[in-house]
């Protein structure tokens, strides 16, 4: 399967090492673990809300469960997996804090990914507009937005670091472009951290 | 309909007694079968389908009592999502059944029909049965269980029990336990059936049958299969081939004709005391309790791939008793695929005209 995977999803689908054992929550349509059960013999299992992506991904040999996440992580049994992926869903949680530690309770390691609520476009529609930014990464209005919890890079880092957990490795993005760490809370559309505990 | 993929009339004599849950044995035990596509040379290919409550081995052939086209056609047959093509598909009566597999209307040792004399069964036992049957066909391990309904808890008990047989497990609308309000409906029919004069405590094979019990028993279930929506939309309050009502107790209404239809019909092919026997055994099903209570406990033994499907309109086995199948295969980190389809069909629409149960099946026998 070579589809071409968003560019927070590439960098996790490199990084993921062969043949681990990795639960992507809010899978989509499984495009994620395409690539790593194809590419790299991953034993790859999804967790998705959307009943017709669940159809989508269990179409093309996947094991998705359909469920949310907010409630059905707690099913997993402790370390149960390598990587826990939740990649551009955090914002969306009803409670951000209890998804990272459940997170790091069902897998060794996670991949957390999310736009990045500071960065400048956004923090200008607000300061200059006066409203709630509507932009590539946040493109739906602010009363039909699944995104409930909007989150920053510093806020994360900080939430991270409340729960006990480290900062393995982080990538940012503007635009499809990976770019550097610096100034990254005002320069980054989307961020990727890995953790672990 | 596809005659040329099926061969008619098969049958398997077990080679031992049968031990069953009850402690009693069954011997000689009789499996009604039949078969649809090729079975491959290192035997890899077979998919044994288990048929519901009042299903049999006719999955995709002509019934040869109704005459009617096999029971899941259209998922069944070349091309189709389970494709004989590719697949040999197994399909066999269940033991307590009446097509041709041993069950109360065979004959026990005195040489009349056991009656109720039969003993009482379980699902394990149906699935216990299967298996030595897969056995003597030298199958030693299934690409895939298939089920829907009662078919579904003997593709979980088969996979619980005998974990070595099976590489892929398929449950559809189906259940590990069967819950209170299940057991209240099934005891329903079966006390239709046997306050019917002619059960004569079931010894009615040389006369008059209870047809007036099991067709009851038969419109209770009924309802249950379909949903509030479905009945409404295919009858609503329209009335039977008349402009009024007629204040009498004649079936006035389009549902109660289409019940009394449905339940006259299921007497000319359904044998009462087997109603009693399986539903019997789908009321003593836990799986869990089976396993020390814990239905995780179950499945600790396999390696199977699994699927779970339900329905969203499905109030006898509803998204909940999936989603806590699914919970157990998790807990025991097993590879499941879990979705719940919309379908206005209730719970009989694994049968019926369901595209995205097609992509689903298809997608994941072929994975």
């Not at chain 2, 379980?122 to 690409?143: C, F, K, N, P």
Request: charged fraction near 20%.
């Amino acid at each position: 399967m070579s589809e071409t995977l968003r560019p927070d999803l590439s960098i996790i689908a490199r990084e993921v090492p062969a043949g681990a054992r990795v639960l992507d929550i809010g899978c989509g349509d499984g495009a994620l673990m395409a690539a790593l059960s194809d590419n790299k013999g991953v034993d790859a299992r999804g967790l998705e809300l959307n009943a017709s992506q669940v159809e989508r991904c269990v179409a093309r040999g996947l094991s998705v469960v359909q469920g949310d996440a907010d409630s059905d992580l707690a099913e997993y049994p402790n370390k149960a997996f390598d990587y826990a992926v939740l990649s551009q869903t955090l914002q969306t949680s009803a409670r951000p804090d209890q998804m990272l530690e459940q997170l790091l309770r069902v897998g060794q390691q996670a991949f957390v990914s999310f736009p990045n609520f500071a960065h400048w476009r956004t923090r200008a529609a607000l300061m200059f507009g006066g409203k709630m930014p509507v932009t590539r990464t946040l493109p739906v209005s602010w009363f039909e937005t699944p995104n409930i919890h909007h989150v920053t890079i510093v806020d994360f880092r900080e939430l991270v670091a409340a729960q006990g957990a480290r900062i393995e490795r982080s990538w940012y993005f503007a635009g499809d472009q990976q770019i550097g760490a610096s100034g990254a809370n005002w320069r980054a559309e989307l961020a990727l951290f890995q953790l672990s505990r | 309909m596809n005659h040329n993929v099926a061969d008619k009339a098969k049958s398997l004599r077990l080679n031992a007694p049968l031990p069953l849950d009850s402690g009693r044995e069954l011997a000689p035990v009789e499996i009604a079968y039949e078969t649809y596509g090729e079975l491959n040379a290192d035997k890899s290919n077979a998919i044994l389908i288990c048929h519901a409550l009042t299903g049999d081995q006719y999955v995709a052939s002509t019934h040869p009592v109704t005459g009617k086209p096999g029971w899941w056609e259209r998922m069944v047959g070349p091309g189709k999502p389970i494709d004989t093509d590719r697949f040999h598909i197994i399909c066999a009566n269940v033991i307590g059944s009446c097509m041709g597999s041993t069950g109360p209307a065979s004959d026990g040792e005195s040489g009349a029909p056991y009656a109720m004399q039969f003993p009482v069964i379980t699902i394990r036992d149906m699935v216990r049965a299967l298996d030595v049957m897969l056995g003597q066909m030298g199958i030693e391990r299934l690409y895939c269980v298939v089920g829907g309904s009662m078919g579904g808890m003997q593709a979980l008990s088969l996979a619980a029990n005998f974990p070595e047989r099976v590489a892929r497990v398929l449950a559809i609308a189906t259940t590990a336990r069967h819950s209170a309000q299940n057991i209240a409906f099934h005891e329903v029919g079966r006390q239709a059936i046997m306050a019917d004069p002619n059960w004569q405590a079931g010894d009615y094979y040389n006369g008059d049958t209870p047809d007036s019990g099991l067709a009851v028993a038969r419109m209770a279930a009924h309802i249950t299969y379909l949903s509030e929506e479905g009945l409404t939309e295919k009858f609503g309050r329209r009335l039977q081939d008349r402009d009024a009502k007629s204040f009498g107790f004649d079936a006035d209404f389009q549902v109660e004709s289409y019940l009394r239809y449905q339940g006259s019909g299921f007497t000319q092919r359904f044998d009462a005391n087997s109603y009693l026997y399986i539903t019997r055994a789908m009321d003593y099903f836990d799986l869990a309790e089976e396993h020390g209570g814990k239905l995780g406990n179950a499945f600790a033994q396999s390696s199977a791939r699994f699927c779970v499907v339900s329905f969203d309109s499905d109030w006898l086995y509803p998204t909940s008793e999936s989603r806590h199948i699914v919970h157990a295969l998790n807990a025991a980190a097993l590879p499941v695929s879990f979705v719940e389809l919309s379908a206005p069909f209730g719970h009989d629409s694994f049968l019926l005209d369901v595209p995205a149960l097609d992509r689903v099946v298809e997608g994941f026998l072929s994975a």
